[in-house]
């Protein structure tokens, strides 16, 4: 029985993960081998920010926003607010550094 409690207890504490469409749709079109790193990524972030098998990155620019590195290539872009993570995208390197380009020439 306090297995089942506890059990209950660890779900209650877990963050809801939300991916919009954007991020999806990357995740579909992501190589197996990619996409796996990048789902056990997903995964370790119901937990964030108490998660250490990942790292992570707090974005300056975005308030509540957040990088996680999935591999070598890929980064998962993320917010985190009131138990909830939602994945915003996720890019390989090039295109990430293309994406920030154009933010420092905004700001």
């Not at 991916?19 to 997903?42: H, Q, S, Y």
């Not at 370790?44 to 996680?68: D, R, W």
């Not at 607010?81 to 390197?93: A, G, S």
Request: proline share 3%; charged share 30%; net charge positive.
């Amino acid at each position: 029985m306090n297995s089942d409690i506890e059990s209950s207890n660890q779900q209650l504490n877990k963050n809801q993960v939300v991916l919009l469409n954007k991020a999806e749709i990357a995740l579909d079109t992501l190589p197996t081998e990619v996409k796996k790193n990048v789902i056990r990524v997903l995964d370790c972030l119901e937990e964030f920010p108490n998660c250490s098998v990942i790292q992570t990155n707090k974005l300056k620019s975005i308030p509540n926003s957040f990088i996680a590195r999935a591999g070598l290539k890929y980064r998962v872009i993320f917010e985190f607010k009131d138990r909830q993570v939602t994945i915003v995208d996720i890019v390989n390197h090039d295109r990430l550094e293309r994406f920030y380009q154009k933010l420092k020439e905004v700001i």
